[in-house]
Structure formats: C-alpha cells, structure tokens
C-alpha cells in the first residue's frame, strides 16, 4: 500500500511569509497528526484529526498555525506569519481506524522549512 | 503526562558487535512503548512496541527491546550491528491520543 505522502520536501520563506503544508495519509486511515520536529529534538504533536474532527491541538500555536482535515481525508498546515523559530521538519502521521488506540502511527517524509 | 528519556546523544558501536540503545520512562499507569528510526531525509519507521505480555518485545530489522519494570526502562537492542543500523533513533510513550518522543539517539556503526 502507498505510505503517508508529504509537499513540498522543502520550502525556504522569509519571516513573516506564508507556507502550507499538504498530507495525504494512508487509504483508510481514519486518523492523522501533525508533527514538528525541530534540530537536535523528537517530534512534538502538533494538531490530531479523527477523520475530519480535532481531537488534540492543544499544543498548536493557534496565533499562526492552522490546519484542517475538510473531507476527512487530506490535511493541509499553515504557518502565517511564520518565524525564524517555526524552521523544523513537519511530519504528518496516520493510523489505522482497525488499530482504535492507534498503537502504529505511519509517518510521510516530512517537510523541511527554513525560514530566513 | 508520559514522558521519555534517552540519556545519550550518540552511540557508537563496531559491525559485528551487540548494541544498545537506552530509553527510560515516568508514566502514571501502564505504559505503552515505541522505538521508531529515522534515516537521514525520511520519516520515522516504526520499528517495534511494548503494550502488554512479554518482556522481551522482538521488532523489525532484527532489533529488539526488553521492558523491565522495576527500572522503568525499555532499552533497544541488536545481537549483531550492521553498517546500515546507522541511524536516528527515537523512544516514545502514548500519552492520551498521540505520542512524546525523546530527543533520540544517533547510532553510527562504523566497519
């Protein structure tokens, strides 16, 4: 089965731009988290969805990251404005709805942001 | 809220030679528990999980990870290290609906 797909791979903005972020977890897969991993440290959980609901996004910086999961499938993440300290990789995760306490998260590639 | 600890940057082990990878962890209730891997440019592989049973938990690419209770430890280990183990290598605890990661671990098997 095709894994988590991530775009762009990189994307270097100027702070204070703006970047989104798209994901397309695996087929099925009813939830999907966001991550950032910054340098040197473990991913931290962004924002869950649970199909097209939020369960978790209470360590999402609200004041300029958004996200949504409109149909349920796909997700997008959005920086506006960002900051030199949102440079980090963004890895977007899914599980399966036959897994109900999502004991395997799948991870995409990540996007890797720079921001200058 | 659950947390991990992996008290070493930086591993290095011979080809051939048995490796460890430490994890401890602080959490209320029973833990459940994940190494995952990440090479350089991909995302994080799920490598093996501790959720209930055995101690001794046997995972992908020959590695496995020995949970022990009474140390609150959940070490990662391989009988023989191959070059292409070289890696960044993550401990994580559910906590609620997501996951905590340490800070990981870089192991570099050298020929």
């Known amino acids: 089965e095709a894994g988590v797909a991530q775009s762009p791979r990189y994307k270097i903005i100027e702070k204070r731009q703006s970047v989104a972020f798209w994901c397309n977890p695996i087929?099925?897969?009813?939830?999907l988290y966001w991550y950032q991993q910054i340098l040197g440290q473990g991913p931290k959980l962004l924002i869950q969805?649970?199909?097209?609901?939020?369960?978790?996004d209470s360590q999402l910086p609200k004041d300029r990251f958004s996200a949504e999961r409109l149909k349920g499938v796909d997700s997008t993440l959005k920086i506006q404005p960002a900051k030199l300290e949102d440079s980090a990789v963004y890895l977007c995760?899914?599980?399966?709805?036959?897994?109900?306490?999502?004991?395997?998260?799948?991870f995409g590639p990540g996007t890797r942001l720079t921001v200058t | 809220a659950q947390s991990v600890a992996q008290p070493e940057d930086q591993v290095n082990v011979a080809e051939g030679n048995p490796l460890t990878v430490k994890c401890t962890y602080s959490?209320?209730?029973?833990?459940?528990l994940f190494w995952y891997v990440q090479y350089p440019n991909r995302g994080l592989q799920f490598l093996l999980k501790?959720?209930?049973?055995?101690?001794l938990v046997k995972g992908s690419y020959g590695f496995e990870a020995e949970f022990n209770k009474s140390q609150t430890s959940f070490h990662l280990k391989k009988p023989s290290a191959l070059v292409s183990d070289s890696a960044l290598y993550f401990c994580?605890?559910?906590?609620?609906?997501?996951?905590?990661f340490g800070k990981g671990t870089s192991l570099l098997v050298t020929p």
């Open positions: 501790y959720i209930t049973g055995d101690n």
């Open positions: 995760a899914s599980s399966s709805p036959l897994d109900l306490r999502g004991y395997e998260q799948y």
């Open positions: 959490v209320s209730g029973n833990p459940y």
């Open positions: 969805f649970q199909n097209n609901g939020v369960v978790d």
């Open positions: 087929s099925g897969h009813a939830t």
């Open positions: 994580a605890v559910r906590d609620h609906s997501a996951l905590n």
